[in-house]
């Protein structure tokens, strides 16, 4: 019940009737002629900067935008007159970017981790989670599906206590048509219990952080037992990068294309997947940039500049977002117009394995709410402990600690040995990215 109660708070926002006018006009704008998607896009990126100049504190000395009649030199004049934005900047005044003008019962409060485990705070429009979601339906209704399909999905919500030590492992949201997979109690011996309910579920597709269904498809092949062709339409992934042995993987254990999705909670950025498995930018909803470190006549390659389009409780412009990607030179050969990426790296971590075998990914939602804890890293040797280094605040306390501890504990059980220490700064790898989780035992590849 407390899930499917959830489901409907979350599908007013989404499903309003912002979303399905922006649905039904970005549905046309899809395949337009990029000159007509420039000027879409210079369009709303004009606004975005007025509006902020007029009612973001942060903003009000912004330079205005562009009267170049060429909407493509006119889009890159605006953001050449914009100042990059970093994260500490915006987290650490946070009140300077917020927009005036906006009723305080309309602006929507949450916080992300991110991929460096800090927790940011952000502040949104209906119309911000509408248009997100606009972007991400356009994508799916081109496979087929539909508001109503049902689905399954995995995800970093704790929906099933740790402690349970049997099935189920899912919950059911009626109203959404839903049935929700505990990423939390993912051992060899559990496994084959989801694949059995995958068997029995008649969904259409699949919602899914690429290692948790990765995990599933393993146990999938390593027993011989894969989906028909045809029982479900398609598998979308976020959150993580999709790697090409992943894929490999999940399409052949599941009988059906991934359709990979590249956004973040500050609603700031979205590319879809296409028919050849490229990411296309939704030029509708934000505008990208790269901070070129690498280029040949193919791609060019780089941390990403991202300015989002929707969001003007917060406007994010110019945002460096942490990731790095790699834009392609050429057309797409799908035909779809407008920048497309190769990959986008930055979400790659190692799962955690608890003393119990559990296979645990994608752990950044314990850092969500600890606003104290400015990054962290997850180190882990063996199963039986984890190390968790952070920078803290200097709002950091006992009751900070207590609260980082539960929200562990929450997705890892009381078993597991856990060792908390403080550090002025985490250390990056060579390629100067940084990675949330280091795990000799859980290794990405396994």
Not at 71 to 98: M, N, V
Not at 113 to 137: D, Q
Not at 430 to 443: H, I, L, M, Q
């Amino acid at each position: 019940m407390a899930c499917t109660w959830a489901g409907y708070v979350r599908a007013r926002d989404r499903f309003s009737r912002h979303f399905y006018r922006m649905l039904r006009e970005w549905q046309q704008t899809e395949m337009a002629p990029i000159e007509s998607l420039l000027i879409y896009q210079r369009n709303r990126l004009d606004a975005m900067v007025r509006h902020a100049q007029e009612t973001v504190p942060r903003y009000r000395e912004l330079k205005g935008p562009s009267k170049e009649p060429d909407a493509r030199r006119a889009i890159q004049e605006t953001l050449a007159g914009i100042p990059i934005l970093d994260k500490a900047t915006y987290r650490d005044h946070f009140e300077e970017f917020l927009s005036t003008n906006i009723p305080a019962g309309r602006i929507r409060r949450s916080q992300t981790s991110g991929t460096t485990g800090t927790a940011l705070p952000l502040a949104y429009t209906p119309e911000a989670i509408a248009e997100e979601y606009a972007a991400v339906w356009r994508m799916r209704a081109r496979c087929g599906i539909g508001l109503r399909d049902r689905h399954l999905t995995f995800g970093g919500q704790v929906i099933v206590p740790f402690s349970q030590s049997g099935p189920p492992f899912w919950r059911e949201n009626l109203y959404g048509r839903q049935t929700l997979f505990s990423v939390h109690h993912m051992t060899p011996r559990n496994l084959q219990l989801y694949v059995d309910e995958i068997f029995k579920q008649k969904a259409a597709y699949i919602m899914s952080y690429p290692s948790s269904l990765h995990l599933v498809a393993r146990a999938m092949l390593e027993t011989g037992r894969t989906l028909p062709a045809g029982r479900l339409k398609a598998i979308f992934t976020s959150s993580e990068s999709l790697l090409a042995f992943q894929r490999e993987a999940i399409e052949e254990a599941f009988s059906t294309r991934i359709w990979d999705r590249y956004g973040t909670s500050e609603f700031a950025v979205s590319m879809t997947a296409c028919s050849e498995g490229l990411l296309h930018v939704d030029m509708e909803y934000c505008v990208v940039e790269v901070e070129v470190e690498e280029e040949n006549e193919d791609y060019v390659r780089g941390p990403l500049l991202v300015t989002g389009l929707s969001n003007n409780a917060t406007p994010f412009l110019r945002y460096r977002i942490g990731d790095i990607g790699t834009r392609l030179k050429g057309q797409c050969r799908c035909g779809r117009p407008g920048d497309v990426y190769l990959d986008v790296d930055g979400r790659n971590e190692d799962y955690v394995v608890t003393p119990d075998g559990r296979f645990i990914g994608r752990l950044d939602h314990i850092f969500k709410e600890q606003a104290e804890i400015l990054e962290a890293q997850i180190l882990q040797d063996s199963p039986e402990s984890i190390e968790i280094i952070f920078v803290p605040s200097a709002e950091f306390n006992h009751t900070s600690e207590e609260a980082l501890l539960r929200e562990v504990r929450k997705r890892m059980g009381d078993q597991m040995h856990i060792d908390l220490k403080r550090v002025h700064s985490i250390p990056r790898e060579r390629n100067g990215k940084f990675r949330a989780v280091k795990s000799r035992v859980g290794r990405l590849a396994l």
